[in-house]
């Protein structure tokens, strides 16, 4: 099972980035996903996930209004569009995979599989 992100830049205060996370290895449309976010001395922090069949994206307070997590079965390819980036969003921003039931999609051990990442740095 492999999951490659990309997309993360340096970008403004305000900016918009779109990331992306293709997967192969599995069925992808089978399995719930999430967006994570880790910086330096942290811990990894999920910040939004998606089911398999309930497509409507969870998200934490800090990001609501501003990330938009989807997902496209057919390309295998879950999706996070920042908008109003702020400092504080910076980090490495990875993806996750095979959600098991009955766990919180907030937490990186709740899935199977995980991806390296991508950078997002907000700064001016």
């Known amino acids: 099972v492999q999951l490659v992100e990309s997309g993360g830049d340096l970008v403004q205060p305000g900016g918009s980035l779109t990331l992306s996370c293709t997967v192969s290895?599995?069925?992808?449309?089978?399995?719930?996903m999430g967006w994570f976010r880790q910086s330096p001395g942290k811990e990894p922090e999920g910040v939004s996930c998606?089911?398999?069949?309930?497509?409507?994206?969870y998200y934490i307070e800090a990001v609501k209004g501003r990330f938009t997590t989807s997902r496209d079965n057919a390309k295998r390819t879950l999706y996070l569009q920042l908008n109003n980036l702020k400092p504080e969003d910076t980090g490495t921003y990875f993806c996750?995979?095979?959600?098991?039931?009955?766990?919180?999609?907030?937490?990186?051990?709740?899935?199977?599989?995980w991806g390296q990442g991508t950078q997002v740095t907000v700064s001016s």
């Open positions: 998606i089911g398999a069949a309930d497509m409507t994206p």
């Open positions: 290895g599995l069925r992808f449309g089978d399995h719930g």
């Open positions: 996750a995979t095979g959600l098991r039931m009955g766990t919180s999609c907030t937490k990186l051990d709740s899935y199977t599989h």
